[in-house]
């Protein structure tokens, strides 16, 4: 047993799932605040696009890290990571339970187990490595990192180029594989942590997205967009709902198609979800209309394991 009884509960699923509507049920339960661990609702410009809770929301329960950040600001998984557990230290002070709630699973994991820390490399050799991929297509990346890291090379993502520099930077940086940076150990969390997961049947969950994306555009979507057009090329805004909108600005997609598109790239992005938080057998699983007494006493029961001398 550890010796603090502090216990954070983090929800986790697909986008549209229900996630908002439960943290704050579970926060008032048991009388906690709700830590935002997804990374686009941070920005205060991307409120309608992000799926920010409503006011109403927000007054049900006391938020942290939601809107708190500009799409100016140079922001990163390592200083949400620790900015959060500060956070969660002094939320401690006050409840020895918390909640966390998102679905942003890096920005979980950061918060839960910590990051893996890799060396600094010079901002030149990620210039050299994205002239190389427009010029010599991705393809060349992929070899170098097949030479440099086999087991990087085996297990990343290969047709995603951003990963694939990442790794490659380090690997040149360094004179190191990156898969030698991964997975080391990591501090210890003054907190047990309680993962519950919520899914449903896929025609359900998709058709909650199409619903969120057509509220999301009679909410003034497009507008939002518009404002943030010219700043398309920053890294907060490479998210679906922006994107999309994005092109049919330039008169590459027409408005239909760029809704279509919002809709069937969120789809995606709900299975690639799925798939990063199903990866831990600990998590607690509820079909999202499970009703909350049952949530509740099964997350109880679970609390009271880790007590058990």
Not at 139 to 144: A, D, I, V
Not at 152 to 178: F, H, M, Q, W
Not at 246 to 257: H, M, P
Not at 294 to 305: L, P, R, Y
């Amino acid at each position: 047993m550890k010796d603090t009884q502090n216990f954070l509960i983090t929800i986790v699923g697909p986008t549209a799932i229900g996630k908002t509507a439960l943290s704050i049920v579970l926060a008032k339960y048991f009388k906690s605040d709700i830590i935002s661990c997804d990374s686009r609702q941070f920005f205060k410009e991307m409120k309608i696009g992000t799926a920010v809770p409503e006011e109403t929301e927000l007054a049900a329960a006391k938020h942290h890290f939601i809107q708190n950040k500009s799409i100016f600001d140079d922001y990163n998984v390592g200083q949400f990571e620790r900015e959060a557990l500060k956070k969660l230290k002094e939320l401690f002070q006050e409840n020895s339970v918390q909640i966390m709630v998102g679905g942003s699973g890096l920005y979980v994991d950061a918060v839960l187990i910590g990051l893996d820390v890799f060396p600094k490399v010079a901002p030149s050799i990620r210039e050299n490595l994205n002239l190389e991929l427009e010029s010599k297509g991705l393809e060349s990346l992929q070899n170098q990192l097949k030479e440099l890291d086999i087991e990087t090379y085996e297990k990343i993502a290969l047709d995603n180029p951003k990963r694939v520099i990442r790794a490659l930077e380090v690997c040149i940086g360094s004179g190191l594989p990156y898969s030698t940076f991964k997975n080391k150990p990591k501090a210890p969390r003054n907190f047990t942590s309680i993962k519950i997961g919520l899914d449903a049947e896929r025609p359900f969950i998709y058709d909650r997205i199409n619903l969120r994306v057509d509220r999301m555009l009679e909410n003034g979507l497009l507008e939002e967009a518009k404002t943030l057009h010219a700043h398309k090329k920053l890294n907060a805004l490479q998210t679906v709902g922006y994107r999309e909108l994005f092109s049919f600005f330039e008169g590459k997609f027409t408005r239909e198609f760029a809704i279509s598109e919002i809709k069937k790239n969120t789809r995606r992005f709900a299975k690639r979800q799925l798939t990063w938080f199903k990866r831990d057998k600990e998590t607690l699983w509820f079909d999202s209309q499970s009703s909350i007494d049952k949530i509740i006493s099964d997350i109880s029961e679970k609390m009271n394991t880790f007590k058990e001398p």
